[in-house]
């Protein structure tokens, strides 16, 4: 703008910043226990806890001491967990145990929902914790991930889950047209309100490795990737293209993973669409700020924070943290 040089106003953004009540009154976004989702790693057997070497601070825990974290979520005004199963027996090339009713995630779907009916439980739709090559689909001889093969196998997954009670399901496969088979095979099943969180722009990233750790699939994996199928981290574009297939084929709400270093696709999808938009600190960028906080290099409250205010401020209706709690706790304050 040209002003005339007498009307030239006299620019000092520091004037608001200067107190914290005229900070308050200018700020655009902020961060609630209602924008977190909380992703637990669930054991078989009874009594069972174990930490995650990788993801200090991160349990594995049986169903019966993740009542106690889901209590403890939900009174905190965490709005929903999601599960994510360590499954050690019955990994087969064809992942059968993926749709078993009396399996492990179905089991604690339905016990978290008897017992915190008003907690949400979003279930995880992929076939890695149950295949015994570690991908998230059925493969063929060569070990190609087979894409409309897969999706069969899903839409049982799916099922089974929506069955057992979860409200939310969530395909983090990136098969091709998953969505749409999804949400036909719900609506023929009578399953009319499950929600489907579709992993929009999953991206073939280093950032999971803890996770595999924690779920126990890196060594089934070995050195193969999952570059068939999730998305290369060079593109921003097709990120587009998959939310904008996602949200024809029938999703609820779309994610972006992982998180901290996606931004930009988390800002781009929220514009071109308007969707319920989320995003995944993954396990990788929940290890580098835990490796900084515990060598003193970070202040744990304030990075963790900020790490999940800069989610909102890109746009995310809602942040996959594995500090939910903590953070819930520190907002509390
Ligand atoms: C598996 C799945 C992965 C994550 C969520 N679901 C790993 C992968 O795709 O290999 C990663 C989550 C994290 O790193 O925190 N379908």
Same mark, same amino acid.
């Given at each position: 703008m040209n002003f005339p040089t007498r009307y030239v106003p006299h620019s000092r953004l520091r004037r608001m910043r200067k107190d914290d009540f005229s900070r308050r009154l200018m700020r655009e976004h902020t961060l609630t226990a209602d924008d977190l989702i909380y992703p637990v790693f669930v054991l078989e057997g009874h009594n069972q806890e174990e930490?995650?070497?990788?993801?200090?601070?991160? /349990?594995?825990?049986? /169903? !019966?001491?993740? /009542?106690?974290?889901? &209590? &403890?979520?939900?009174?905190?005004? =965490?709005?929903m967990l999601a599960l994510f199963p360590v499954v050690t027996r019955n990994k087969t090339e064809t992942a059968e145990e993926a749709y078993n009713p009396e399996g492990l995630v179905p089991t604690v779907v339905r016990t978290l929902r008897e017992q915190f009916p008003e907690l949400g439980i979003m279930t995880d739709v992929a076939l890695d914790p149950y295949t015994s090559h570690g991908q998230d689909g059925l493969t063929d001889a060569r070990g190609y991930v087979l894409n409309d093969e897969t999706i069969d196998v899903l839409v049982k997954q799916v099922l089974c889950h929506a069955e057992a009670?979860?409200?939310?399901?969530?395909?983090? !496969?990136?098969?091709?047209?998953?969505i749409l088979a999804i949400r036909e095979a719900l609506e023929d099943a009578g399953h009319i309100h499950t929600? =489907?969180?579709a992993y929009s722009a999953k991206y073939a990233s280093a950032f999971y490795g803890p996770f595999r750790d924690a779920v126990g699939s890196s060594g089934n994996l070995g050195k193969a990737d999952k570059k068939t199928y999730q998305m290369d981290p060079a593109n921003s574009n097709e990120a587009l293209q998959e939310v904008a297939l996602d949200i024809q084929e029938g999703a609820d709400m779309v994610m972006v993973k992982p998180g901290m270093p996606y931004l930009d696709i988390v800002r781009r999808v929220k514009d071109e669409f308007g969707v319920p938009t989320y995003a995944y600190q993954v396990s990788g960028e929940y290890a580098m700020l835990q490796a900084a906080i515990g060598n003193g290099w970070l202040d744990a409250e304030k990075v963790i924070l900020e790490s999940l205010l800069a989610f909102k401020r890109a746009g995310a209706d809602g942040i996959l943290t594995y500090y939910s709690i903590e953070a819930a706790k520190m907002l509390k304050k």
């Open positions: 930490a995650v070497p990788s993801m200090p601070g991160v /349990l594995r825990q049986s /169903l !019966d001491k993740l /009542l106690f974290t889901a &209590e &403890e979520a939900l009174k905190l005004g =965490i709005p009670g979860a409200q939310v399901v969530a395909p983090s !496969d990136m098969m091709d047209g998953r929600r =489907i969180m």
